[in-house]
């Protein structure tokens, strides 16, 4: 059974930041690319990050390009996201998913973990 479980979210100020984690279970690395998506309040869910099952090539939102960084620690079944420089409009639920990435970097999802809450103060 594929299960995602994601952590880390939590209240910080603007400027901060925060480590999501993104424990896998029920799979390989190789069989599914990882992604974070987000949706906040009154918005529809975006993609915001995914990492290659194949090569680790990695892909990111326009808005959070140079701000966040997403890495893979195969050993530990674990996809993380790095979260600089944290902005309110980045308050958001995110979700870890598992998929596959088409075109120049649209993760389409398979697999959706439970979300965790990311709140970024002003």
């Known amino acids: 059974e594929v299960q995602l479980q994601a952590s880390g979210g939590g209240l910080v100020q603007a400027g901060g930041s925060l480590r999501l984690s993104c424990a896998t279970h029920?799979?390989?690395?190789?069989?599914?690319?990882i992604g974070w998506f987000r949706q906040a309040p009154g918005k529809e869910r975006e993609g915001v990050s995914a990492?290659?099952?194949?090569?680790?090539?990695?892909y990111y939102a326009d808005s959070v390009q140079g701000r966040f960084t997403i890495s893979r620690d195969n050993a530990k079944n674990t996809v993380y996201l790095q979260m600089n420089s944290l902005k309110p409009e980045d308050t958001a639920v995110y979700y870890c998913?598992?998929?596959?990435?088409?075109?120049?970097?649209?993760?389409?999802?398979?697999?959706w973990g439970p979300g965790t809450q990311v709140t970024v103060s002003s």
């Open positions: 029920g799979f390989t690395s190789e069989d599914y690319a």
């Open positions: 990492i290659s099952n194949s090569d680790g090539s990695t």
């Open positions: 998913v598992a998929g596959e990435i088409y075109g120049l970097g649209y993760l389409s999802p398979d697999y």
